[in-house]
């Protein structure tokens, strides 16, 4: 990444950072739609470098629905929602799906309309991101995660 990119407001990705992001569902991606119908707060679960030495990011959604299976996703405790000024809803991390794209992706949004132009909302806690990660790997291993990718 470069200066440039920092000053646009993309900081560096790394693991457990929230970005804004127009996430693209698995059933958005069915019905044949190429961006994500809403903007949402989305952790990034994994970075990694391609062969052209671009930054790859695995982003998880997060959302306001209740899971099915609590096993399947990872609620966000209200202190953190609030550290990282989310909303005062509850919400959870789901780790059945992903989206994958090239850092900073034209999916990237500000989170915060009309102040300061950044996309991220801050890091989640060490316990928190290790919890998302061990359920994320446990779905992938039983194949229940999807990775769409998203450009």
């Known amino acids: 990444m470069t200066k440039s990119d ?15 992001y127009a996430y693209l569902w698995q059933r958005e991606h069915v019905r ?5 119908s809403k903007d949402r707060p989305c952790s990034v679960i994994l970075v990694t470098l391609d062969n052209d030495n ?16 609590p096993a399947l996703s990872v609620e966000i405790p209200a202190a953190t929602k609030k550290r990282l000024g989310l909303d005062d809803d509850r919400s ?14 034209p999916d990237l949004r500000p989170t915060r309309v009309g102040g300061a132009v950044s996309v991220a909302y801050g890091l989640l806690p060490e316990t928190i991101f290790r919890e998302v990660q061990s359920k994320f790997l446990k779905a992938v291993k039983k194949s229940r995660a999807a990775i769409k990718r998203s450009e």
């Open 92 to 105: 959870w991390i789901v780790v059945t799906e992903a989206n994958r794209f090239t850092w900073p992706g």
């Open 54 to 69: 671009n930054q790859i990011v695995t982003v998880l959604p997060i959302t306001h629905t209740p899971p099915i299976d």
């Open 6 to 20: 920092q000053s646009k407001g993309f900081p560096k990705p790394v693991p457990a950072l929230v970005i804004r």
């Open 32 to 36: 044949g739609l190429e961006e994500g």
